[in-house]
């Protein structure tokens, strides 16, 4: 999922990334998760990062406002952020 703000999305030919996964039995603190098509998902914010917008092929969907927050928490506690 992509987590980086709207401007440097606007602009940059980079994004910052969060992947998901559908293996959510075992979920650490720099994880979230969320609901994505349906179906529960796990954010990995210890894999986060930067890619081109040319990996990048079409929206697959959007996440919650709830869900978005639980993976900022797990981004924040990943980087040792207050």
Do not use: H
Request: glycine share 4%; with cysteine; proline share 4%.
């Amino acid at each position: 999922m992509i987590i980086s703000n709207d401007a440097s999305n606007k602009f940059s030919y980079r994004v910052q990334v969060v992947p998901l996964t559908s293996k959510t039995d075992r979920l650490y603190p720099s994880e979230a998760l969320v609901l994505f098509g349906g179906k529960e998902s796990k954010a990995m914010a210890d894999q986060l990062a930067t890619v081109s917008k040319t990996r990048l092929f079409k929206r697959a969907g959007i996440v919650s406002v709830e869900d978005m927050c639980k993976v900022e928490e797990a981004v924040k506690i990943q980087l040792e952020i207050p």
